[in-house]
């Protein structure tokens, strides 16, 4: 099913009466650095826009949650869970985690040289954050020391 994502969520705020969403318009493109060495002597590092958490971690609630959750990368994926604004575009991360935090295959393509190593934990934010300002003021420094504190050469980015 396809679904126009920015004309549904735009149509259903603007029923409830809330004034126009201000969509993030960039006003340069993003900086793209070649990688340093290659893919197979990289260290990776994994953001998850789900809402995914680990059980014992506290679940993301729903206002603007900058937080972000650290997932183990061994983590089996019964024990990963979801909380999102967007409820209802978790069904399928519900049935198989797996497609939101890939730690399976992202560890096979470890064991089989393809990437050099992923990183001790992935990290999860909840994707549905309104105020641009805390996504720049709060969750980017923060992903950004995150990764630096794990030594990263890359980021894969699963967008939910």
């Known amino acids: ?17 809330y004034t126009p969403y201000q969509w993030y318009q960039a006003e340069e493109p993003p900086t793209f650095v070649p990688l340093k060495k290659p893919l197979s002597e990289s260290r990776i590092g994994v953001l998850s826009t789900s809402g995914a958490y680990v059980v014992g971690q506290k679940a993301y609630y729903y206002k603007d949650d900058a937080s972000t959750r650290a997932i183990p990368k061994d983590t089996p994926n019964e024990n990963i869970h979801f909380s999102h604004i967007t409820e209802n575009y978790l069904a399928g991360p519900r049935r198989d985690p797996a497609c939101m935090v890939p730690t399976v295959a992202l560890r096979q393509l470890e064991d089989e040289g393809v990437i050099g190593e992923v990183a001790d934990d992935v990290f999860s934010c909840m994707g549905g954050i309104y105020s641009q300002r805390r996504v720049r003021e709060e969750l ?8 630096q504190a794990q030594d990263v050469d890359a980021v894969f980015l699963i967008p939910m």
């Open 140 to 147: 980017a420094p923060a992903l950004l020391d995150a990764y």
């Open 1 to 17: 099913m396809h679904v126009e994502y920015i004309k549904a969520i735009t149509e259903r705020y603007g029923k409830l009466g």
